[in-house]
């Protein structure tokens, strides 16, 4: 299984929408994020959806815990997005790092904010 971190404070869903749905093309999908906006895509309040065939997982905070919340479903996906504020997932094949243009929504360690 291939899986992609988006991690950001800034709104990814219009780099996520196209990625899920390109890579939805080439085998099963799955996303497990921490913004409610995602629910919005699927009908229903519930925590976990579907849409065009990307099943999709909202959590209040992603952890090392809450990332497995699809396997429930017994799908095999080719691909797992993570996209979150501040979670990378450990075994990531690869990472976008989302921020504004002027690097003010970065995630920053309180040593790095230091050293500015």
């Known amino acids: 299984m291939r899986i992609i971190s988006i991690v950001g404070k800034v709104d990814s869903r219009p780099l996520v929408y196209p990625l899920a749905r390109a890579l939805s093309m080439e085998g099963l999908t799955g996303i497990i994020t921490d913004d409610g906006a995602y629910r919005r895509l699927y009908p229903g309040k519930e925590d976990i959806g579907s849409v065009n065939g990307i099943d999709i997982s909202v959590t209040s905070h992603i952890t090392d815990e809450t990332v497995h919340s699809l396997d429930n ?26 921020h504004g243009v002027d690097r003010s929504m970065m995630l920053m360690e309180k040593a ?3 050293d500015e």
Do not use: K, N, Q, R
């Open 73 to 98: 479903s017994g799908v095999p996906y080719d691909t797992l997005i993570t996209v979150s504020c501040d979670y990378i997932h450990p075994e990531a094949d690869g990472v976008i790092v989302c």
């Open 112 to 114: 790095e904010e230091e």
